[in-house]
């Protein structure tokens, strides 16, 4: 499967620039559904069984091809990724429907802070890039743009925000004609907050076919794996410190702290609270507190923990990516982001739940060897993660386009 996956890459990097649009656009489609097949089956292969040297794989297990000088052992295929990438930068085109006062909560965000700035960054990044056309004509998909995390600032409740947002979607339905050209198949959304998610569910049919780009989507209302689109979670731009991703000021063995709002927390907590090793707290430590003693944990630990909650992902996923601590996913599932184009095995430990018992002796079994490997391909995905303004290639905001790349042309209803 990997020859394939790589012939196909070749084929979509040195397609003939005479080839038909019509045959070019359905080979590049190919590519696109072969890069999801298979780093669907490997992304989820990753997440259920335990890689090489039980939880730790080595980099010269998968492919060394170059990626434009990027570390291409965190790629679970650099050279389709590439190919795929620079076609959405050459062709990706999104209208935005232009209605909605742009004064409340239609087409403006809310002011890029907080946890869940990353809508805000998303609405603010779309008109900033080249892939914003007011050609409907012309467009790949359609942008819904209404702010759920706007509402939620000026107070709305949630049952008028639901009604809010199914009036305006039905009257963009209504007034247009694309919607029905799919059945909304071609249309997407952007909501961090968890209200934006619940905000939507009077609109089945949307939840059904549409394309939801979420922070903190619960698989209980109706997230779709391979159609949705995990949204990464912010980080307060606290600038890294000189050496802030050293290896060696890292004394602590694993870091977490936070909420006991799942089983697997509340196991964590009982276990591991007490342990001289690990720093397990079941209180969350406020970011804001003290000379920042929550950044200063993850400066110091070698492993952060994240625990599976009532979330498919947290924002402590992207604080251990940005802190250089290496994460350690203890869920039986997790919709990771960019999961099917990231090998998260090669900056990260995949764990199960039932790990949980033997967790110190699992982090201690890790060499420093296997560890420094783990962490300079951390080092080396931190760009993904990062929201910028105006956006820059290859940040949070172009992986997240590269997402909804490889889903406009692979489900048409």
């Known amino acids: 499967m990997p020859a394939t996956s790589a012939m196909a890459g070749k084929l979509a990097a040195n ?6 649009w019509p045959s070019r656009r359905y080979i590049l489609a190919a590519a696109a559904l072969t890069l999801v097949s298979f780093s669907f089956f490997f992304s989820l292969r990753s997440l259920r069984s335990p890689p090489q040297n039980q939880y730790f794989i080595h980099p010269s297990s998968s492919s060394t091809a170059s990626t434009e000088g990027r570390n291409a052992a965190v790629y679970h295929f650099p050279e389709i990724f590439l190919a795929s990438y620079t076609e959405m930068e050459k062709r990706f085109k999104v209208y935005i429907y232009p209605d909605g006062d742009s004064n409340t909560y239609y087409q403006t965000p809310r002011k890029l802070t907080g946890k869940y700035a990353s809508e805000g960054y998303f609405f603010q990044n779309i008109r900033e890039s080249k892939f914003l056309t007011e050609e409907p004509d012309r467009a790949d998909l359609f942008f819904i743009p209404i702010s759920c995390h706007k509402m939620r600032g000026k107070g709305i409740s949630y049952e008028n925000m639901t009604k809010i947002v199914q009036n305006y979607v039905e009257g963009l339905i209504r007034k247009y004609p694309y919607w029905n050209r799919t059945l909304g198949a071609d249309h997407f959304l952007v909501t961090c907050h968890d209200v934006g998610v619940r905000a939507f569910e009077g609109l089945p049919y949307l939840i059904k076919n549409s394309i939801r780009v979420v922070c903190s989507p619960s698989y209980n209302v109706g997230y779709i794996p391979h159609k949705d689109v995990a949204l990464p979670q912010v980080l307060q731009p606290f600038p890294l410190p000189a050496g802030g991703n050293d290896v060696v000021n890292r004394t602590i063995l694993g870091f977490w702290a936070g909420h006991r709002n799942s089983k697997i927390r509340v196991i964590l907590a009982r276990l591991w609270e007490n342990d001289t090793e690990l720093a397990i707290s079941n209180n969350r430590i406020s970011r804001a507190i003290g000379e920042l003693i929550y950044q200063k944990q993850f400066y110091r630990s070698k492993f952060c923990i994240c625990p599976g909650g009532s979330q498919v992902n947290s924002a402590r996923i992207v604080d251990s990516i ?72 290859f940040d949070a905001f172009h992986m997240v386009m590269h997402e909804l790349w490889l889903r406009h042309q692979v489900v048409k209803y």
């Open 15 to 20: 397609l003939p620039t005479n080839l038909a």
């Open 322 to 393: 940005h802190y250089g601590c290496v994460p350690v996913i203890l869920s039986d599932y997790y919709d990771l982001p960019f999961n099917d184009i990231l090998d998260w095995r090669k900056f990260a430990l995949i764990l199960r739940e039932k790990d949980v018992y033997q967790l110190k002796s699992i982090l201690k079994s890790i060499s420093d060897e296997e560890f420094v490997t783990l962490h300079k391909g951390l080092v080396e995905v931190q760009k993904h993660f990062e929201w910028h303004s105006p956006p820059i290639p």
